[in-house]
């Protein structure tokens, strides 16, 4: 089936706003490492897109979604630096895809239309980071992210433990003109 990306608005992400919410909790119970711990109220992943949608709407990130049919399957973000001496890098953040449409190529389509996006604002470096051992860390090695370097005991888990993270960087080639 053919996946459908689409750069959210505002006012999109306020009509997606279950799917959003649903997608969040889905892939917090599923374990991945993307800021919340499991099981994720939807009050506060409701509470968490909200903040994503005044960001969206004052032009300081930007939100793809991935569907396939009509439903959401995959998201990324994309933090752009705001300081006077940062406006050519952006972060990528909150690449998730659901647990049942993964391992096909969602989020490689996702990681290589958020950097056309990052060409169009002028952004040339791009960073991350994955905790240590993820696949998303194969996903980003594959996808020409270099490796910086890990921070030991950077997040939790559900269990309490800490974990590492790997900071991840990839430069990108000017939008021409
Ligand atoms: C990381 C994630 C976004 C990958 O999404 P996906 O749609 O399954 O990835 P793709 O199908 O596009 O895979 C692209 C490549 O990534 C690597 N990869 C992805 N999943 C993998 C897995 N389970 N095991 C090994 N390699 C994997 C492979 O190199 C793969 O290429 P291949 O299928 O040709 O071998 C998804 O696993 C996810 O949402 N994880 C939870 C959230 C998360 O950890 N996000 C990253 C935050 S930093």
């Known amino acids: ?3 459908h990306l ?3 608005s505002a006012r999109r992400l306020a009509e997606q706003k279950r799917a959003l919410v649903q997608l ?3 892939v917090v119970a599923d374990g991945a490492s993307v800021g ?3 099981p994720l109220p939807e009050e506060d992943a409701a ?3 909200a903040d994503v949608e005044a960001e969206l709407a004052h032009g300081h990130r930007e939100l793809l979604l991935a569907e396939r049919d009509g439903l959401l399957v995959g998201t990324v973000q994309l933090e752009l630096a705001r300081k006077p001496n940062a406006r050519h890098r952006a972060e990528v953040t ?3 895809v659901h647990p049942e449409a993964r391992r096909q190529g969602v989020g490689r389509l996702l990681l290589q239309e958020v950097e056309q996006l990052a060409k169009g604002h002028g952004r040339t470096l791009l960073y991350l980071d994955a905790r240590e051992g993820d696949v998303a860390e194969q996903l980003y090695a594959r996808h020409g992210y270099r490796r910086v370097g890990r921070i030991p005991d950077y997040v939790r888990d559900e269990h309490g433990k800490l974990e590492a993270t790997v900071v991840y960087y990839r430069v990108l080639e000017a939008a021409p003109g």
Do not use: I, N
């Open 1 to 3: 089936m053919t996946v």
């Open 47 to 49: 509470a968490y897109w």
């Open 36 to 38: 919340f711990l499991p």
């Open 24 to 26: 969040l909790v889905d």
């Open 6 to 8: 689409v750069r959210c």
């Open 94 to 96: 909150k690449l998730m």
